[in-house]
């Protein structure tokens, strides 16, 4: 079974900014898409934004221009580079991830998600 693990969550001022990433390992054949959420306290989780294999990027409005997702496809981890936060962007962001895993029946596609990541925007 694959697992994602994330980091780099943390307690910022508005303004500044942070550097999340998430490692995959496991049996991996390959990661298709990967995404970025987040989840406020009383609200639903939400795409932050998500990214194909080959590098296409999509973002929520909320974040466009602020945001920024990477991945690095030979160390099977992905980034999300956060700047000029505010205190609405005070969430736990998870890490999600659809890949194509080895097993002892063969091959087949899982949906991951990572444990989370505490964000805390305030003065």
């Known amino acids: 079974q694959v697992q994602l693990v994330e980091s780099g969550g943390g307690l910022v001022q508005p303004g500044g900014s942070l550097r999340l990433s998430c490692a995959a390992s496991g049996s991996i054949f390959k990661i298709n898409t990967m995404g970025w959420y987040r989840q406020a306290p009383g609200k639903q989780r939400e795409l932050v934004a998500h990214?194909?294999?080959?590098?296409?990027?999509n973002y929520a409005d909320s974040v466009n221009g602020r945001f920024t997702i990477s991945r690095d496809n030979a160390k099977n981890t992905m980034y999300l580079q956060i700047n000029s936060l505010k205190p609405e962007d005070t969430a736990v962001y998870y890490c999600?991830?659809?890949?194509?895993?080895?097993?002892?029946?063969?091959?087949?596609?899982?949906?991951?998600w990572g444990q989370g990541t505490q964000v805390t925007v305030s003065s």
């Open positions: 990214i194909s294999s080959s590098g296409s990027t």
């Open positions: 999600n991830a659809n890949v194509r895993e080895l097993s002892r029946t063969g091959i087949a596609d899982y949906d991951r």
